[in-house]
């Protein structure tokens, strides 16, 4: 199954209304190549770049942030080049890196004001919007406590703070729920979504957990094997995702190969499928029908299948 979005795929240059847009982007470490082709536009709002461990995720927001530069293609990032308008672009631009690496004897207001000051913002404009960061993220009242005494889910909380001090339009996150029991990940993607939405910031979220992406995200780009295997708003990606679970005593494969033979895509293990179709399921249902009543084999049950971020991934990352 191949999802990736063919408009940006056919085009000689990057979409002018996207807020990052990637063609034909190539990366290399030495012998070791990260991309070959990573081609996607990245729409407004709360997109989620998914891949797994080692996909290039990092490497991608370093491009960027323009702390290296690809070898090949064309990458835009606010409708600027990150290679040249590197400075400029920055300063509007957060970015909340995936380590927890700060310095321990700095208080938590006083790295955010410093790095509102490195965006360009005034001592006392900065001193300002890292107060009213670190109360928007829930620290105000730990705002003057040495980052070194703070947990990992407070530190997630700075991290975050310094990358939306200085107002920017786009906020980069590298695994920002990294460290965090499922109550600090619940109320961090709570509030990340709440930035995307209510303070007009656009959000590109790196994570390889599917679930956290599927909640808060408009968007998702999914990387595997060096390339973009599927971009665009969720809901669009799951169109054409229908299909049906069906499971069976025995003869599963006789089923299979049927439905295979009259142009189904049929997925699945053991005794239990899934079939994929552009068809109403109802079509699908009076094929698979007369495939199970051909072999004559029992037919335990079947459902309309429902489809996931993960059925997606899967799909994508595995099934091509």
Known sequence: ME??????????????????????????????????????????????LLGSNGSGKTTLLGMLLALHAPDGGTLRVLGEDPAT???ELRMHIGYAPEHHNLPGDVLAQDLV????????????????????ALWLVGLGEERARPIGTMST?????????????????????????DGLD???????????????TEFDIHVVLSSHLLEEVERIADNVVILANGKVRAAGPIDEL???????????????????ASLQRSGYAVTGERNKLRIGTDESIDQLADAIRDAVAEHNVPLRRLEASTQSLEDLFLDEVYGS
């Open 3 to 48: 999802l990736v979005n063919t408009a940006a795929a056919e085009r000689s240059g990057p979409s002018p209304s996207a807020v990052i847009s990637a063609v034909a982007v190539s990366k290399s470490w030495g012998p070791n190549q990260v991309f070959s082709d990573v081609t996607a536009d990245v729409p407004p709002g709360v997109t989620g």
């Open 85 to 87: 308008a590197g400075p």
């Open 113 to 132: 004001r410093h790095i509102a000051m490195v965006h360009g913002l005034p001592r006392r404009e900065a001193t300002t919007r890292s107060s009213d």
């Open 153 to 177: 889910g407070q530190r997630q909380r700075v991290k975050l703070a310094q990358a939306i001090a200085h107002g920017p339009k786009l906020v980069l996150l590298d695994e920002p729920t």
């Open 182 to 196: 499922p109550v600090q990940r619940d109320d961090m993607l709570e509030l990340i979504r709440r930035i995307g």
């Open 238 to 256: 799951y169109q054409g995702q229908g299909g049906m679970t069906v499971v069976l005593d025995e003869g599963a494969e006789l089923v299979a």
